[in-house]
């Protein structure tokens, strides 16, 4: 038991690999950029702010995948969350602090009701989230009358547009909740026991964890966080679209393979995450910035994708 | 467990063929299934809303349907239209080409089809095609930021999604305008895919690059309002002209409060209206013209007064 937690805690060559390969697409993008301009300090701030929605359901979602499961519903409880959000916040209405809550309890309630049917229900998660995912995308459509929820009061706006000095609030929102589970997950009795769950739920099981309950708790954690990036998302674009947020789930997918994160549970680091997201947000930053098509954005996300697993499998088999 | 889940089932489907069975009630009227790409933005909701009422005026009963942005689903909900015996069928694709058999399934059945919104691949199976001119659309939008920012400029482009309809008709508009205007270039251009949140992010990353920009010009106004939310965040809103297509509501409140430039109405409800009442003749046995445009009007904040909203 105590050996699987050391083994998931120690630096791997493959983490390195990860962050030698982020470093070096760091180097490449500002080599080419007009003017060296990719790490300008604008720029720098910008790719924060543009990694922030993704870092942060990716931190939800890496919970989830450490634990054994899937989350495909994150990307509509954005949609849902926003919407609920926006019509909650129109000027003069409530204070700003009501629909930041709204969206949070939209996103609890419906990573509860995913937690409940994977752990309770006995059903594959990847069944219940893409049950969940279809039906919250229905209901964000049928709660906002199939249109785009507009005039947000200003308040509202700052919340995600707001900057400190020069350092935008966004990427501030990400680096905290980034540092929390990063704390959460190797400091505490809880994320040890999120690793177990996802390592072997029998072990688990019989040294006296509540699997199902663990279980319950890291989707209601990834349905939390989908809701907070709703209304962030709702903020950025003063708008709740009953669409956004679409496909959202595959980015914050990508971003936990990408930084290390075993897809059959059990092994990863909030750190390989955070990379992993701040790779996506390079990528369409600096392919933007050389003007390159956005259809090549796509094929460079995927090549690196399947390079990152490959990577992982290679590590596990020199174990 | 597995007992609940199929007693749950066969509820649900038993519902869902009541709910078929009340909401195709017509009363006697004459029947016409509406067959939508999808009703998830203001455009799709406004010209089905101003469809369902135009009907109502004429004694027509229009019955709605979701297609899901899937080609393979609107050809099934067509041929469901066809078994069901609708009067007629109005249907916006979602494919040009995709929506090939659903044509045939209605020419076989002798049902009038007409297409709105976009043309299908093979227009001569269908009796009539009611909407908005795309090309007309996208030279107008260009011809007024032009009128705008003047004979020397550049411009950015925001794309919907590449290779679509709209994306590749209103490009060829802004494309045969610009030919005739050459101290007017595009300097940036990128999807990004009819959403307000991609659009944002391209933009931030626009302005980040400090090219100059006269003006953004986005194929729809949810991509607009994106890019207007950018250049709000760099405080440059008022050195960059901001227009898009389609005068959706959140657009036009935009247009309202000083925000956007500008956007094309294509007489979104009008399409809507127009298209029901084309089937009406139809269904009457009328001639009717092969190709109905609704006009192209620039909105801007000096006529955004007289916008019929459909409401």
Not at chain 1, 11 to 39: Q, T, Y
Not at chain 1, 120 to 146: C, E, H, Q
Not at chain 2, 89 to 100: D, H, N, R
Request: proline share 2%; glycine share 10%.
């Amino acid at each position: 038991m105590n050996a699987v937690i050391r083994r998931a805690k120690a630096w791997s060559v493959r983490d390195a690999g990860i962050l030698l390969v982020f470093l070096a697409l760091v180097l490449v993008l500002w080599l080419v950029s007009p003017e060296h301009h990719f790490l300008s300090v604008n720029n720098v701030l910008l790719i924060l702010v543009q990694t922030t929605i993704n870092g942060i359901l990716a931190m939800g979602m890496m919970f989830v995948i450490i634990s054994g499961e899937i989350d495909l519903s994150v990307g509509s409880t954005i949609g849902l969350a926003g919407v609920v959000a926006a019509m909650l916040a129109h000027p003069g209405e409530y204070p700003v602090i009501v629909p930041i809550v709204a969206a949070l309890v939209v996103g609890a309630l419906v990573g509860l009701l995913n937690g409940i049917g994977v752990a309770y229900g006995a059903i594959p998660s990847f069944i219940v989230t893409l049950g969940t995912m279809t039906a919250v995308r229905g209901l964000a459509l049928i709660v906002s009358g199939g249109a785009p929820i507009f005039n947000v009061s200003e308040t509202f706006e700052a919340f995600a547009s707001a900057r400190i000095g020069r350092f935008p609030v966004m990427a501030v929102y990400l680096l905290v909740i980034f540092l929390v589970c990063a704390f959460v997950l190797r400091r505490t009795v809880y994320g040890r026991r999120v690793y177990a769950v996802g390592g072997n739920p029998v072990a688990a099981e019989v040294s006296g964890v509540n699997v199902r309950r663990s279980k319950v708790s890291v989707f209601v954690i990834a349905g939390l966080l989908a809701g907070f990036c709703g209304v962030l998302l709702a903020s950025r674009t003063i708008s709740g679209a009953p669409t956004a947020g679409e496909s959202y789930e595959l980015d914050a997918i990508a971003a936990v393979v990408i930084g290390g994160v075993s897809m059959s549970g059990g092994r990863g680091r909030a750190s390989g995450v955070l990379i992993g997201a701040l790779m996506i947000a390079v990528i369409a930053n600096g392919l933007d910035i050389l003007g390159i098509d956005a259809n090549f954005q796509r094929l460079v996300k995927g090549v690196i994708i399947v390079a990152a697993v490959l990577l992982d499998v290679k590590a596990r088999q020199r174990r | 467990m597995q007992r609940v889940l199929a007693a749950v089932g066969a509820l649900i489907a038993a519902a869902s063929i009541l709910s078929a069975c009340t909401l195709g009630a017509s009363d006697g009227r004459p029947r016409i299934a509406l067959v939508m790409s999808h009703m998830t933005n203001s455009f799709t909701t406004t010209v089905a809303g101003a469809a369902v009422q135009e009907g109502d005026r004429l004694g027509l009963a229009v019955t709605v349907f979701d297609a899901k942005s899937d080609a393979a689903t609107q050809i099934s909900q067509i041929e469901s239209a066809v078994a069901q015996g609708y009067d007629g069928i109005l249907v916006e694709p979602v494919s040009k080409e995709g929506i090939a058999p659903g044509l045939k399934a209605a020419n076989e059945a002798e049902i009038p089809i007409a297409t709105i919104v976009q043309q299908a691949e093979q227009q001569d199976r269908a009796a009539a095609y009611i909407g908005g001119d795309d090309t007309a659309a996208g030279r107008l939008q260009m011809e007024k930021v032009i009128e705008a920012i003047g004979e020397e400029g550049t411009v950015a482009v925001l794309y919907g999604p590449m290779g679509s309809d709209g994306q590749l008709q209103r490009k060829a508009g802004y494309d045969a305008v610009l030919a005739e205007h050459p101290g007017v270039s595009i300097v940036l251009e990128q999807t990004a895919n009819w959403d307000t949140a991609e659009a944002l992010t391209v933009t931030e990353n626009w302005l980040s690059t400090g090219t100059h920009i006269d003006a953004i010009v986005a194929q729809n106004d949810s991509m607009a309002l994106g890019a207007l939310k950018a250049l709000t965040n760099a405080s440059r809103q008022d050195e960059v002209h901001v227009s898009g297509v389609d005068a959706t509501d959140d657009g036009v409140a935009s247009i309202r409060n000083g925000g956007m430039a500008g956007t094309v109405s294509q007489d979104t409800a009008g399409i809507g209206r127009l298209a029901v009442d084309t089937m009406d003749k139809l269904i009457k046995g009328e001639t009717v013209e092969a190709v109905n445009f609704t006009e192209a009007v620039w909105i801007t904040a000096d006529n955004v007064d007289t916008l019929d909203t459909g409401d």
